[in-house]
């Protein structure tokens, strides 16, 4: 029998501090009607807006059927919209409406103050330290 207490386990610790995070992020972006996957792809149509859905695909990490669907939600709101790709016929880039930008007022402080909150009882560098090490672990289980 090996030594393994599950309380200490990082897949263990990591998936209830995203449990944690997730709610209370779900909570806070309820009354703007997002939920933090539409937040996701909106904060990267913010830093570039018009990315194909293949370039938004990769960069999220969320796969082009669940991205689709996401962006089906985003233009029903009224936040983004598909735009041929004058590059690739085939391709559509997602883009954001005047009210898609405009949240970026909103949510962008909102998402801020949650990560202070979370984070409120490490350093700085604490805090800087755990995103490099939570980086170092995404790109390690690689196929």
């Known amino acids: ?11 263990f610790l990591l998936a209830k501090a995203h449990q944690r995070l997730y709610a ?5 972006l309820a009354p703007f009607g997002v939920t933090p996957p ?3 792809l909106l904060a ?9 859905q ?6 999220s990490g969320v796969d082009r059927t669940t991205l689709s669907g996401l962006v089906d939600r985003l233009q029903q709101q009224g936040l983004a ?4 790709d004058p ?3 085939r391709a559509c880039r997602v883009e ?7 949240l970026e007022n909103d949510l962008v402080p909102l998402a801020v103050r949650i990560r202070q909150q979370f984070s409120s009882g490490m350093t700085p560098q604490e805090y800087q330290q755990l995103c490099h090490l939570l980086n170092k672990l995404r790109s390690g289980c690689d196929d």
Do not use: H
């Open 96 to 102: 954001l409406t005047a009210a898609g930008r405009g």
């Open 1 to 11: 029998m090996t030594d393994f207490n599950i309380e200490t386990s990082v897949g």
């Open 24 to 28: 209370c992020f779900r909570n806070e």
């Open 38 to 40: 539409q937040f996701a």
């Open 44 to 52: 990267f149509l913010w830093k570039q807006d018009g990315l194909s």
């Open 87 to 89: 590059e690739d016929r």
């Open 54 to 59: 293949v370039e938004l695909s990769e960069q």
């Open 81 to 84: 919209v598909r735009a041929p």
